[in-house]
């Protein structure tokens, strides 16, 4: 699958997920990535969507390899981020 496109629809400022991710792929479309901020280091890392099956959450979505998990992950923040500086220069106006 080749990836389309990545959407990002930020979430209130008081939430503990920054943002959320909509992933097109050419035949797919991947729904519920969550962006949160880790308190401790800073940096923004991304979650597969995922449900509870009462002792802990179980992801909806994996790749074949880390790499594969790593660079999605990648795409998404460097989106993310792209969107963060989009607002600020709007913000600035």
């Known amino acids: ?10 979430t209130s400022n008081d939430s503990k997920v920054k943002a959320r991710a909509t992933i097109d792929f050419d035949t797919h479309q991947l729904r519920g990535f969550k962006i949160f901020r880790d ?11 995922s449900y509870f099956n009462g002792k802990s959450w179980i992801p909806l979505f994996k790749t074949h390899t880390k790499d594969d998990w790593t660079d999605l992950c990648s795409q998404v923040i460097d989106k993310y981020n792209e969107e963060l ?3 600020s220069l709007l913000e600035d106006k």
């Open 1 to 10: 699958m080749k990836l389309i496109n990545i959407n990002i629809t930020k």
């Open 39 to 49: 308190e401790k280091t800073g940096k923004d890392f991304v979650t597969a969507p």
């Open 85 to 87: 500086i989009k607002e």
